[in-house]
């Protein structure tokens, strides 16, 4: 109850083209759904979170969507450049992500051809 | 400025050898400090986490320990590495602004 599901484990897209990571939970205690961006040899950067009070939250190209009945949680890469291309970690927490502890996805592979 | 340092970037040890990672704070006092190992190719795994000094919540048993001597210091330690240690190995702190972690740059080890 307390995993994240993540999906795909890889994916490959064109330049301009739209990327969609998805993941699942089961536990409706999750308050907190952050998304994260690492770069090989580096350590994960946040890049954008959403409360489960908003079903959508645009950042530049990067959206999450959430369906709080289904219990899923997606990021979209709009416009997908090269320098996308990176590992992305769906998360998950309780109250409202105030004491950390975030449970991980096993992550995305996503590569941007030119 | 709030930042956090790691080192080394990248250790080559022995089987059977001892290990010391060191994990430091700067800018902020009192902060939720995380042990993650990262597997090749696999998600991130919660290794240690501490909410202030000599308070350390470990989440799965392993062939690991951590300290924390002083409040912005984070150490982790094994008296006998193992194989199967070897990863990725990333320390991070909780920024309540943020409401997210800032990890450091990690720690290469490789168990020979």
């Known amino acids: 109850q307390q995993q994240v599901k993540q999906s795909p484990q890889s994916l490959i897209v064109q330049k301009g083209g739209i990327s969609i990571i998805n993941c699942a939970y089961e536990n409706t205690a999750f308050d907190y759904f952050p998304w994260y961006q690492q770069f090989p040899g580096k350590g994960p950067a946040l890049l954008i979170a959403i409360r489960p009070d908003v079903s959508e939250k645009k950042e530049g190209r990067f959206t999450i969507s959430f369906n709080k009945s289904a219990k899923q949680f997606s990021l979209h890469i709009m416009d997908s450049q090269p320098g996308d291309s990176a590992t992305y970690f769906c998360?998950?927490?309780?109250?409202?992500?105030?004491?950390?502890?975030?449970?991980f996805g096993k992550g995305t592979k996503l590569s941007v051809k030119p | 400025s709030q930042t956090i340092h790691q080192w080394p970037a990248t250790l080559v040890q022995p089987v059977g050898s001892p290990l010391s990672l060191e994990c430091t704070v700067e800018?902020?006092?009192?902060?939720?400090l995380y042990w993650y190992r990262q597997a090749a190719g696999r998600g991130l795994q919660l290794l240690f986490y501490s909410v202030g000094i000599g308070q350390i919540s470990s989440e799965v048993p392993q062939n690991l320990s951590a300290s924390r001597p002083q409040d912005r210091q984070f150490i982790l330690s094994s008296k006998k590495l193992l194989l199967s240690d070897s990863g990725f190995y990333l320390c991070a702190w909780w920024t309540q602004g943020s409401r997210g972690y800032t990890f450091g740059s990690g720690t290469r080890l490789t168990v020979v």
């Open positions: 998360a998950a927490s309780i109250n409202g992500g105030s004491q950390g502890n975030l449970i």
């Open positions: 800018g902020t006092s009192n902060p939720n």
